[in-house]
């Protein structure tokens, strides 16, 4: 699978868990900003846009969101 296919598929996770918990890309910031990730929405709208971004953000927005598992498929 080409990197812009895997992109794809990590964004549309991402989206997915935030459209599930109805947690706005604002309430994003503020939900990073209380475990100590500092990022503005502006940013966050590009990383997600452009579906290139760190597992490690990945990680934090999920942590921050409260997602304890996530599905794949």
Do not use: H
């Not at 604002?26 to 590009?46: F, H, T, Y």
């Amino acid at each position: 699978m080409p990197d812009t296919e895997w992109e794809a598929k990590v964004k549309g996770l991402l989206k997915a868990e935030l459209k599930r918990r109805n947690v706005s890309y604002a309430q994003l910031v503020e939900k990073l900003a209380a475990i100590g990730v500092v990022d503005s929405e502006p940013n966050i709208r590009n990383k997600l846009s452009r579906g290139k971004f760190t597992a490690v953000f990945l990680i934090q927005c999920l942590e921050a969101i409260g997602a304890d598992s996530i599905r794949l498929t």
